[in-house]
């Protein structure tokens, strides 16, 4: 991110000094652009425990440094004035008080060019967080993994027990012309073999040896998980977004890849059965997955739940846990801690956020942006270039109203939203040159659409913030 905007820093003085405030959000939307690659769980009940952390957002929490943040980028004019918590606070309050976003909304603001915190606002305090946990899977994948890891499904073969194995790596992006590969290459090994009459089974035993359903159950918005599926489980064709789910994604890829690998050749007999590969099983073909970058990013733009919740579970085997949900929340937790990342008045049950009980504070997820901005840490970086673009790309593409409008081109943010929980957590620019990170986390609203307008508007004030 610093790398981008650096590049861009001659063409923003230009337009800063010369153009219209369109040209503006325009030239801002290209400095935080990254690269985009596709291809690849009851609320907590009593809110008096938490009511002991809320601090006025004039209080001690504005006006600090966060923790383990860093000074990341310069101003772009270096004349700008430093910001204030007390200009933050004239500007945001406002905006923050609107009767949509209920009475539990918390908040934080960090600014990016020296990492003081701005604003804070019940900041250390627990909210479910919906998608915007999807950060925290992003950063802590990207640390356990590294950003050029892929996800690999391969094909072995026991020749003393004359069958060929589809082994699940845990690659929700697998396509249908990823299994017409394997099946022309296995097809291909086997001849070479000499091998006659083949049947095919299927290894799962990658994520405890079958399909874990999400406490929420399969829906439109996720699958069964299991380490084998192609497309995500989705049975209409669709590529992201809610779709229809099969009911075992496992079997029915591997009932594709059987029908593959006889078009390609082989002779193929009975069903496909469920049953781990041998050991010494040989290595036939394997497909790789796009580099974990890319992966991050295509999660993060279309809030893709299957490849949040398979990426959790990379975490956790990268870490020597199980791969579960207790055993991802365990690793995210290992991996904060190894960013230097405290997570106090957290909860972290699943990758996704569509487990209600999970719990974030916008202290976590704003510091966690912070990270990602470390020049020092360019691995993380696709958890900044992932976040959807306000009014343009993935879950904020029909926000923020027309071209123009606050927030336009210069808000990226994750957006969250479960029933009575609306949330958004990412970056703003600013109008001379500076990059806040922000996290708002609403509950009890009552009016989804509503909220989503209110955060809308808080995240536009940022960006249209003269706050020195």
Same mark, same amino acid.
């Given at each position: 991110?610093?790398?981008?905007?650096?590049? %861009? #820093?001659?063409?923003?003085?230009?337009?800063?000094?010369?153009?219209?405030?369109?040209?503006?959000?325009?030239?801002?939307?290209?400095?935080?652009?990254?690269?985009?690659?596709?291809?690849?769980?009851?609320?907590? @009940?009593?809110?008096?425990?938490?009511?002991?952390?809320?601090?006025?957002?004039?209080?001690?929490?504005?006006?600090?440094?966060? !923790?383990? $943040?860093?000074?990341?980028?310069?101003?772009?004019?270096?004349?700008?004035?430093?910001?204030?918590?007390?200009?933050?606070? #004239?500007?945001?309050?406002?905006?923050?008080?609107?009767?949509?976003?209920?009475?539990?909304?918390?908040?934080?603001?960090?600014?990016?060019?020296?990492?003081?915190?701005?604003?804070?606002?019940? +900041?250390?305090?627990?909210?479910?967080?919906?998608?915007?946990?999807?950060?925290?899977?992003?950063?802590? +994948?990207?640390? =356990?993994?590294?950003?050029? %890891?892929?996800? +690999?499904?391969?094909?072995?073969?026991?020749?003393?027990?004359?069958?060929?194995?589809?082994?699940?790596? &845990?690659?929700? *992006?697998?396509?249908?012309?990823?299994?017409?590969?394997? =099946?022309?290459? *296995?097809?291909?090994?086997?001849?070479?073999?000499?091998?006659?009459?083949?049947?095919?089974?299927?290894?799962?035993s990658l994520y405890r040896g079958g399909g874990e359903r999400h406490p929420i159950g399969v829906n439109d918005n996720i699958a069964a998980i299991t380490p084998l599926m192609v497309n995500e489980g989705r049975t209409d064709g669709s590529s992201h977004g809610p779709a229809p789910r099969a009911d075992d994604p496992a079997a029915e890829a591997a009932d594709a890849f059987a029908d593959a690998l006889a078009t390609a050749g082989a002779r193929v007999g009975g069903d496909p059965a469920?049953?781990?590969?041998?050991?010494?099983?040989?290595?036939?073909?394997?497909?790789?997955?796009?580099?974990?970058?890319?992966?991050?990013? @295509?999660?993060?733009?279309?809030?893709?739940?299957?490849?949040?919740?398979?990426?959790? @579970? %990379?975490?956790?085997?990268?870490?020597?846990?199980?791969?579960?949900?207790?055993?991802?929340?365990?690793?995210?937790? $290992?991996?904060?801690?190894?960013?230097?990342?405290?997570?106090?008045?957290?909860?972290?049950?699943?990758?996704?956020?569509?487990?209600?009980?999970?719990?974030?504070?916008?202290?976590?997820?704003?510091?966690?942006?912070?990270?990602?901005?470390?020049?020092?840490? !360019?691995?993380?970086?696709?958890?900044?270039?992932?976040?959807?673009?306000?009014?343009?790309?993935?879950?904020?593409?029909?926000?923020?109203?027309?071209?123009?409008?606050?927030?336009?081109?210069?808000?990226? =943010?994750?957006?969250?939203?479960?029933?009575?929980?609306?949330?958004? =957590? &990412?970056?703003?620019?600013?109008?001379?040159?500076?990059?806040?990170?922000?996290?708002?986390?609403?509950?009890?609203?009552?009016?989804?659409?509503?909220?989503?307008?209110?955060?809308?508007?808080?995240?536009?004030?940022?960006?249209? /913030? &003269? /706050?020195?």
């Open positions: 991110m610093l790398e981008s905007l650096r590049r %861009h #820093r001659a063409t923003w003085r230009i337009v800063i000094g010369s153009a219209t405030a369109g040209l503006v959000l325009a030239a801002v939307a290209v400095a935080l652009t990254g690269p985009w690659d596709s291809g690849r769980r009851a609320a907590e @009940r009593a809110h008096a425990a938490e009511a002991d952390t809320r601090r006025d957002p004039s209080g001690a929490d504005a006006g600090v440094t966060v !923790p383990g $943040a860093v000074s990341v980028l310069d101003p772009l004019d270096g004349t700008a004035p430093e910001y204030t918590a007390e200009a933050v606070r #004239r500007v945001l309050g406002p905006a923050l008080t609107d009767g949509a976003l209920g009475d539990g909304t918390t908040a934080a603001v960090v600014d990016l060019t020296t990492g003081e915190t701005l604003y804070a606002d019940h +900041a250390t305090t627990g909210r479910a967080p919906a998608s915007t946990v999807k950060i925290i899977t992003a950063v802590t +994948a990207l640390n =356990a993994l590294g950003p050029d %890891h892929r996800l +690999a499904t391969t094909v072995r073969w026991d020749e003393d027990g004359g069958r060929v194995f589809l082994v699940g790596g &845990g690659d929700p *992006t697998l396509t249908a012309d990823d299994l017409t590969d394997l =099946a022309e290459r *296995t097809a291909a090994a086997l001849a070479d073999r000499g091998a006659g009459r083949v049947r095919v089974a299927y290894d799962t469920d049953r781990k590969a041998p050991d010494d099983a040989e290595e036939l073909a394997v497909v790789r997955s796009a580099p974990l970058s890319s992966l991050v990013e @295509r999660m993060l733009t279309d809030s893709d739940n299957d490849l949040a919740e398979a990426l959790g @579970r %990379h975490t956790a085997l990268a870490g020597g846990e199980r791969a579960d949900f207790e055993g991802l929340g365990r690793a995210m937790s $290992a991996q904060l801690d190894d960013l230097g990342l405290a997570h106090d008045g957290a909860r972290l049950v699943d990758a996704s956020g569509l487990d209600r009980d999970g719990r974030l504070t916008a202290e976590l997820l704003t510091r966690a942006l912070a990270t990602a901005a470390d020049p020092g840490r !360019p691995e993380l970086r696709s958890a900044l270039t992932g976040l959807p673009v306000a009014g343009f790309t993935g879950t904020l593409a029909s926000r923020y109203g027309d071209e123009g409008a606050d927030g336009s081109g210069v808000v990226r =943010a994750k957006t969250g939203t479960l029933t009575g929980v609306n949330t958004l =957590a &990412g970056t703003a620019g600013t109008p001379d040159g500076r990059v806040l990170a922000f996290a708002f986390l609403a509950a009890d609203t009552t009016d989804p659409d509503a909220a989503e307008a209110a955060l809308d508007r808080a995240a536009g004030a940022l960006a249209g /913030c &003269g /706050c020195g």
